[in-house]
């Protein structure tokens, strides 16, 4: 099945600052999903993102499906942008989404 | 509209007995998957339903199953519990088997003792 990896593990900024989260994938997907899990578990859709560029806000996401990456961009952090980010993809038939191993986000004050 | 909404949010089983997690999807939707997140193996994929038929299954024992009813509602049972069987599992909607945009419940957190 698909492979996905998500880099970095982990980041740590101070408030105020950039941040770019990267996801590869192995295969051609008809999927991609970028989720923030918030302290207590719940993973919230940021963005679904086979191919282009998207915004909302301080976030942005952007996926070039021909080179099998996308970018998730955080401008101007803030301490409630803390938490994990996944990554998930879904490829040809196989129904589900695959997730990446997430980075870990802190923001400091 | 109302969320994905999981129930229940927090239980404690020992090791043996059998539990039994609840989700009713969004409404509108009829397609219901089900995670299972642990640190170890991070979020893996346990199987999807939609109209009341499983379509899809990941690779979990038989102890792991489960059914949707007419109303979507979706239920997941896990039998003869396991410490590793320890997790957090979450739920997902979806308006149809091929629209794409997964919404997420805030999950069932079970502890195995």
């Known amino acids: 099945g698909i492979q996905v990896e998500q880099s970095p593990p982990d980041l740590i900024l101070q408030e105020g600052a950039n941040s770019t989260l990267r996801c590869n994938f192995s295969d051609s997907v008809n999927n991609l999903q970028w989720f923030h899990q918030n302290p207590w578990g719940q993973l919230i859709n940021l963005f679904y993102?086979?191919?282009g560029t998207k915004q909302n806000g301080r976030l942005s996401a952007t996926t070039v499906a021909t080179e099998r990456y996308s970018l998730l961009y955080i401008s101007s952090s803030q301490t409630t942008d803390s938490g994990v980010y996944f990554c998930a993809a879904e490829a040809g038939s196989a129904r589900q989404l695959t997730f990446g191993s997430g980075t870990q986000l802190t923001v400091l004050p | 509209k109302a969320g994905v909404t999981q129930t229940p949010r927090y239980l404690i089983k020992t090791r043996g007995q059998q539990v039994t997690l609840s989700c009713s999807p969004i409404?509108?939707?009829?397609?219901v998957s089900w995670y299972q997140q642990t640190p170890g193996q991070g979020l893996q994929f346990l199987f999807e339903?939609?109209?009341?038929?499983?379509?899809n299954k990941g690779n979990f024992p038989g102890r792991f199953s489960g059914r949707q009813f007419s109303n979507s509602r979706s239920e997941m049972n896990v039998s003869t519990l396991e410490l590793g069987d320890s997790a957090l599992y979450l739920c997902?909607?979806?308006?149809?088997?091929?629209?794409?945009?997964?919404?997420f419940g805030a999950g069932s957190r079970l502890t195995v003792l």
């Open positions: 409404s509108g939707h009829r397609s």
């Open positions: 997902a909607s979806k308006r149809g088997s091929g629209a794409n945009v997964l919404t």
């Open positions: 339903y939609f109209s009341e038929t499983q379509r």
């Open positions: 993102i086979p191919s």
